[in-house]
């Protein structure tokens, strides 16, 4: 699965008489997508998606075949609309017998992982890393890479929607927030005041959690919701 511009058609041949199973997307000119657009209403079908927003669930697609030079044979075009996007996507593929909703399906997972890669930018700056020195650029990317993992662990843990909320939105939302720490010799209490989304930590199990502290001898972690 890769972007139109990372090969050729030629190259998609070759990968098509090795046996290698490809999803790309097909170069759209105004010509072609007029076309497509003026296909008759009942080439169209509607599929319903997971892997995307609920808005754009429900996409319309047009499922033909095409010749594409210098490609031998025919490839399987699917045109993709109403996924939130002013043009078409066009989506070329050699897996003539997978069913379409599976495939716009995981094509549009990459865009979910496009997304979370453009959020670790935007929110974790890792386009602003240190290069002074090599090993300090490696080290950047990876504690960048750690907390981006670790937002994740948290969303999904959270559930209720939270599942595909951007780092920043949990940070607001949950992280960023004040708490009284009290050190005891058996546990460490973190008391966290009221706040709107706590309701959420409660239910996704952090109220019951008693977290080990290696570091810390016997003692475990424990939050305390008022």
């Known amino acids: 699965m890769f972007d139109s511009r990372l090969t050729t058609y030629a190259n998609l041949d070759r990968l098509g008489a090795l046996g290698i199973a490809f999803i790309t997307l097909r170069r759209r000119t105004p010509k072609l997508v007029a076309e497509l ?17 609920r808005i754009y669930r429900k996409p319309r697609i047009l499922d033909r075949r095409v010749t594409l030079k210098p490609c031998a044979g025919e490839l399987r075009q699917i045109t993709v609309t109403d996924l939130g996007h002013e043009r078409p996507a066009l989506l070329i ?27 670790a930018i ?27 993992a670790l937002y994740r662990t948290l969303a999904r843990r959270l559930g209720n929607g939270m ?19 009290d050190m005891k010799p058996e546990e460490i209490v973190v008391s966290l005041g009221r706040r709107a989304n706590n309701p959420l930590l409660i239910a996704a199990g952090f109220a019951e959690q008693r977290q080990p502290i290696p570091w810390l001898g016997d003692r475990r972690l424990r939050i305390r919701f008022f």
């Open 37 to 53: 657009l003026a296909a008759p209403a009942e080439e169209w079908r509607r599929i319903t998606l997971t892997n995307v927003g």
């Open 93 to 119: 593929t050699n897996q003539t017998e997978v069913p379409a909703r599976e495939l716009v399906d995981r094509y549009a997972h990459r865009m979910v992982i496009e997304n979370t890669i453009a959020d």
């Open 122 to 148: 935007d929110f974790f700056h890792m386009d602003a890393l240190s290069a002074a020195v090599p090993l300090k650029v490696h080290l950047d990317l990876q504690v960048t890479l750690m907390a981006s």
């Open 163 to 181: 599942e595909n909320a951007h780092a920043r939105t949990l940070f607001r939302k949950v992280v960023n927030t004040s708490a009284t720490i």
